[in-house]
């Protein structure tokens, strides 16, 4: 009797000490658990983290089976090409330490597996008593993102036991089976706390002992972070925010300089990764575009639940309280709104410092209110110094409800998509070609083209390795939620019969499936690079061209109307300096947009706040010649006048020649006559670079694309952005800066250091006389393209041969040496310009004085 009193004690003693040890980190650690389902040895993978097998942790033998197809989104096998197949209930029981937060993810490939149809899976997993997952259809929710695979993640709270159970169980429906490819276990501290209800000032949440399901998690205006590149080894996965942002007025994306540090503080370094806080969207500093629009995500959602929105800040622009003060909503209700409305320095004390604030919001189950809606908003009233508003990251949690459910329905399919599938599901698209007659109406001839391509497509999946038969190629991407996804009409886009016969017959007509193999299914690693139109991947096609595929934001409604724009454009020009269209692709809801790949970049990404080679003054000056080239065929060498109207530095791309090409056509107009001198239209373009005369009379001419030329060229001399908050209110905007400077006569005080000293004292002189008359307030008051483009030639050849520029004191004789210099340069603008071009110089002319003033006055327009 005294022996099992003793004993009992002394196990409750040893129990208490563990935990005591373990507080206080001196006794065992929890460690993450990283299983490969149905392998028998686990493996590495491309990243280079060790798998292990599962067959240790669940209770009963269960087959395994492998994927026969591996899709070209996935760039290791492990693990994802070895499956646990499950036709009756199964568990598994992993190891935790008690009172510890966990991530448990899931994952899902949906592929072919021997002997089973994917189309049958649908089950339902509970983790430590949640419901995780009801009646889920893994095939059904990937082909609605489009996605070849799937990781479900949630965040488990914290438990009183040293086992999680988690259950995997087969809907009670004929041939139905549950499967699993791995399971992630990774103890995490605490990141959940409590908050108010967005629209309840009186109610409040607390997600500190709640579980949770991650639905977005978005590094704002910022490239995709990688698993391994986490902080705090939690091994998540943050992606671009584009695909979400909501409306036209997409805002301007914010980074920070090579030598910005964050500094973490009092806030664990485990809450974002430093890439989070060194990027931000912004609005713009023209305080009369800002307060009319708001900057806005939107994300779809399940209803019945409650969300938290957690917003991570930090500022690396301002250093002063209510310099930047604004508001923010939350599905159309006050999150952080006047007199306490968002100041990120407010909120930290000062520059580099992050935060993050938490809001919960419950989404309700009604008719258009399955979404959940983000936006920011000045704060007109606290009269800051910037009427401006910017965000670094979003990330999303569900949490689950009374019933400890966090299941959501499955999303909802076209009819074209649902039709695909249980043809599939009775292999009618193994009918042969044979059998398939052509109807003579209408409505026999368009179903015969939609058959064949369902055909076609099917039968190129069967054959061709590294190609999912389950990928889906018929919706868009819409986010994370099991909520249902937009989709066409009668699941078929029709934007493609809006452009014109001629411009979808002078460019390649790509397939959805060429451009998802040439994506690798649009894998984050390939983007090279985000804007209001969407994503842009590095792609390969026809097995070796490099190419660049520009992927429209499914949430922009802008979108549609660039597209069309784009390939109008573009399939009708052909110049050396301007960006090629090799092709396009409209199919299923997917707009995509195929260009010569430009292997160096963008121009901004060789001037400042930047690790690649900066250019030398030559070069800038060769790439502003190149860009200057290509507008001024827009303006005066095509059929009739194209306005760019989004020239900047990101605009103008270049080869792995440096070459300069002038890119991005989405906003680009056209007259077929410029008698009135200008076209009325809705004011677009980019802060910093916009004409303000334009911007006041809503009145485009091409003398708009030269004022944006115009900063470009000082952008190019100083090595700054055409917007800098961080600098002195009147340093801010660099037109009206450089401006100042130029006519103090201290322009040579903000040359860009690294080729300060480097510019010869006629050529700089030229450069900045050309940008400066390029910003003249007036529109006529400006130069043309032509004028530009010359101006810029002979700052080139003063460059080159300085002694060239000292002229004797004879005016006529100053202005033959400019004249030869004008005329050696003719041959080079012919050279550029298009085959179709208006402007070809005729047979046997050799008058280059008449010719070269038909490029700068062009006549019979």
Not at 265 to 279: H, I, K, M, N, W
Request: charged share 20%; net charge negative; with cysteine.
């Amino acid at each position: 009797m005294h022996t099992n009193i003793l004993l009992l004690f002394s196990l409750a003693f040893f129990a208490v000490l563990f935990n005591a040890l373990y507080v206080s980190g001196i006794g065992p650690q929890p460690q993450s658990l990283s299983l490969n389902c149905g392998s028998e040895n686990g493996g590495t993978d491309g990243d280079g983290r060790k798998w292990e097998s599962d067959v240790k942790y669940i209770t009963a033998k269960f087959p395994n089976v492998r994927a026969q197809y591996q899709d070209s989104s996935i760039v290791s096998e492990v693990p994802y090409m070895d499956a646990r197949i499950f036709r009756s209930e199964a568990t598994y029981n992993l190891p935790i330490m008690p009172k510890t937060r966990y991530w448990l993810r899931l994952y899902f490939y949906p592929s072919e597996y021997s002997g089973l149809n994917i189309a049958n899976s649908y089950f339902s997993v509970v983790a430590g008593g949640v419901t995780l997952l009801n009646n889920f259809s893994a095939s059904i929710t990937a082909q609605a993102l489009t996605q070849a695979y799937l990781i479900e993640e949630y965040s488990l709270a914290p438990m009183n036991s040293q086992i999680l159970s988690v259950t995997f169980k087969p809907a009670e429906r004929p041939d139905a089976f549950a499967f699993i490819n791995a399971i992630e276990l990774v103890p995490i501290p605490d990141l959940f706390g409590s908050g108010t209800m967005v629209g309840f000032a009186d109610q409040t949440f607390d997600a500190a002992g709640a579980n949770l399901q991650t639905m977005y998690r978005l590094n704002v205006a910022g490239q995709y972070i990688s698993p391994t590149k986490d902080s705090g080894n939690l091994t998540r996965t943050w992606y671009n925010d584009a695909p979400y942002l909501f409306g036209a007025a997409t805002g301007v994306n914010l980074q920070s300089n090579d030598s910005f540090k964050v500094q973490y503080g009092e806030l664990a370094e485990s809450v974002a990764p430093p890439d989070v806080y060194r990027t931000a969207r912004g609005m713009g500093f023209h305080k009369d575009l800002t307060v009319a629009f708001n900057l806005t995500w939107l994300f779809q959602a399940d209803a019945n639940f409650t969300y938290v929105v957690r917003l991570h800040f930090c500022e690396f622009q301002l250093t002063k309280v209510n310099q930047k003060v604004f508001n923010i909503y939350i599905n159309n209700q006050t999150a952080q709104v006047e007199p306490d409305a968002a100041d990120i320095i407010g909120w930290t004390g000062e520059m580099g410092v992050p935060t993050y604030k938490d809001y919960a919001v419950f989404v309700n189950d009604r008719p258009g209110d399955e979404e959940i809606r983000v936006d920011l908003h000045p704060a007109t009233s606290s009269k800051p110094e910037f009427y401006d508003a910017s965000l670094n990251g979003i990330e999303i949690f569900k949490m689950s409800d009374r019933n400890n459910n966090l299941a959501g329905p499955n999303p909802v399919l076209s009819e074209m998509l649902a039709q695909h599938m249980a043809k599939a599901s009775h292999k009618e698209f193994q009918t042969d070609y044979k059998t398939l007659k052509i109807v003579g109406t209408a409505s026999g001839v368009g179903f015969f083209f939609i058959a064949a391509a369902c055909i076609a497509v099917y039968r190129k999946k069967k054959i061709i390795p590294g190609f999912d038969s389950h990928t889906s190629n018929w919706l868009p991407v819409s986010g994370n939620s099991h909520t249902g996804s937009r989709s066409t009409i009668s699941g078929k886009s029709t934007q493609s019969s809006h452009l014109s016969s001629l411009a979808q017959g002078l460019c390649r007509h790509f397939t959805l499936p060429e451009i998802i193999r040439a994506t690798k299914n649009f894998d984050d690693s390939n983007v090279i690079g985000v804007g209001g139109f969407g994503k842009v991947y590095k792609g390969v096609i026809d097995q070796a061209t490099k190419v660049a595929i520009k992927r429209s934001n499914p949430q922009s409604e802008q979108g549609v109307n660039e597209f069309m724009t784009e390939i109008e454009m573009l399939s009708k020009l052909r110049h050396k300096h301007l960006v090629s269209l090799i092709g396009f692709c409209d199919e299923d809801g997917e707009m995509c947009l195929v260009y010569d790949y430009m292997a160096l970049g963008t121009m901004r990404e060789h001037l400042y706040n930047t690790k690649k080679p900066r250019l030398s003054w030559k070069q800038r000056l060769e790439v502003c010649i190149g860009a200057a080239r290509g507008l001024h065929y827009l303006h005066t060498g095509a059929k009739y006048t194209i306005i760019h109207r989004d020239v900047k530095s990101t605009n103008i791309l270049l080869d792995e020649n440096w070459v300069a090409k002038v890119s991005d056509f989405g906003l680009s107009k056209t007259g077929p006559d410029m008698d009135k001198g200008h076209v009325s239209t809705v004011v677009k373009g980019s802060f910093g670079y916009l004409d303000p005369e334009y911007f006041r009379r809503q009145q485009l001419t091409e003398k708009s694309d030269v004022y944006s030329f115009g900063v470009v060229l000082f952008e190019a001399l100083c090595g700054r952005p055409a917007l800098n908050p961080s600098l002195p209110k009147e340093q801010v905007s660099l037109a009206d800066w450089a401006l100042h400077c130029q006519r103090k006569g201290i322009i040579e005080d903000i040359i860009d250091p690294h080729i300060k000293g480097k510019i010869t004292p006629e050529c700089l002189k030229k450069f900045a006389d050309t940008a400066e008359k390029c910003l003249a307030e007036s529109g006529p008051e400006r130069p043309n393209m032509g004028d530009v483009l010359w101006n810029l030639e002979f700052s080139l050849q003063l460059q080159d041969n300085p002694e060239g520029s000292k002229h004797s004191s004879k005016g006529e004789e100053s202005e033959t040496s400019e004249e030869s210099i004008r005329n050696c340069n003719l041959a080079m603008h012919y050279s550029n310009l298009s085959i179709g071009s208006n402007s070809e110089m005729p047979a046997g002319s050799d008058d280059s004085g008449d010719i070269f003033s038909q490029i700068v006055n062009p006549k019979g327009r």
